[in-house]
C-alpha cells in the first residue's frame, strides 16, 4: 500500500475537515513563526465555537496581518488561551480586546511560559504540573496549591490540542521540520501537544531523507500536512526567509 503524502495542494485543503469547537494552536513568537496563510484559510472555513491558544492574539502591529482577532470578528471563537489578553504598549490596541472586555469572547490568561510548559507537558503525556509562577496572583484565585520544600507551587494542566497551526522554514517529504530564528519559540511544542499538525514551509519540499538526522528541529511523525508558500503567499519578508 503506497503512503499517503503529507503535501497539500493549497491551504484551503490541507484545513480541511476542522470540527466546530477545536481547539486550535497558532504558533509564531513574532513574525518570522507565525502561519500567516493558514490562518487567513482558516477564516473561510466556516468552523465555529473555537478556542486558539497562542502567545497572543495580534493585531496591533501595522499593516495587519490574519490574526486571532480576524477570527473573532467573524464570530468563530468562544475562547482564547493567551500570555497576552491586551497589547504590551499603551499606544497599541489589540482587535480582541474589546470583545473580550464586553464578555463575547472567553479569554483565560497565562503567564508565557507557563503557557509553553501546559503545552509541553501535554506532549510528553504529563497531566499537571506545579510551578511557582503565578502564586498569590489573581491567576491562583481559588485553585490549587501545595507546597514543596517551604515554598508555595500551582498546579498547572496540561494543554492538549486539536490542531496545530505552525510555520517552518525548510521541510522534507517525510514531514521533518527545520525551524528559523524565533519559529522554534513556539512551534515545536505546540505540534507535540497536538492532535493534527499542519505546517506552512518556506521553501519547496525536499526529498525524504534529505536531511542530517542531528538537524531536524521537529521529527515527521508528529506532522500530518504541509503546504509551501508560494510566492504571492502572506508572508512578510519572504524573500530574506526564502535565503
Do not use: W
Not at 41 to 62: D, H, I, M, P, R
Not at 151 to 159: G, K, Q, V
Not at 215 to 223: E, N, P, S, T, Y
Amino acid at each position: 500500500m503506497a503512503r499517503r503524502s503529507k503535501v497539500f495542494p493549497d491551504f484551503a485543503s490541507a484545513i480541511q475537515g476542522i470540527e466546530d469547537g477545536s481547539t486550535i494552536g497558532f504558533g509564531g513568537f513574532a513574525m518570522p513563526g507565525v502561519p500567516f496563510n493558514l490562518m487567513k484559510a482558516l477564516q473561510s472555513s466556516g468552523a465555529k465555537g473555537l478556542t486558539c491558544v497562542a502567545n497572543t492574539t495580534g493585531g496591533a502591529g501595522q499593516p495587519r496581518m490574519p490574526d486571532i482577532g480576524h477570527l473573532v470578528e467573524l464570530g468563530m471563537v468562544k475562547k482564547v488561551i493567551c500570555a497576552f489578553t491586551a497589547a504590551t504598549r499603551a499606544s497599541d490596541q489589540l482587535p480582541f480586546t474589546k470583545y473580550y472586555e464586553s464578555g463575547e469572547v472567553e479569554a483565560e490568561l497565562v503567564p508565557q511560559g507557563t503557557l509553553a510548559e501546559r503545552m509541553r507537558a501535554a506532549g510528553a503525556g504529563i497531566p499537571a504540573f506545579y510551578t511557582p509562577t503565578a502564586v498569590g496572583t489573581e491567576l491562583a484565585a481559588g485553585r490549587e496549591t501545595r507546597v514543596f520544600a517551604g515554598r508555595e507551587y500551582l498546579l498547572e494542566p496540561a494543554l492538549p490540542l486539536d490542531y496545530a497551526f505552525i510555520r517552518a522554514h525548510r521541510a522534507d517529504a517525510s514531514g521533518n521540520l527545520r525551524f528559523r530564528r524565533s519559529q522554534r519559540n513556539f512551534n515545536p511544542i505546540m505540534a507535540m501537544a497536538a492532535r493534527v499538525v499542519i505546517a506552512e514551509v518556506e521553501n519547496d519540499i525536499e526529498p525524504a531523507g534529505a536531511f542530517d538526522p542531528d538537524d531536524i528541529h521537529l521529527a515527521g511523525i508528529f506532522v500530518h500536512r504541509m503546504v509551501v508558500i508560494p510566492a504571492d503567499g502572506l508572508s512578510p519578508q519572504l524573500r530574506e526567509n526564502r535565503a
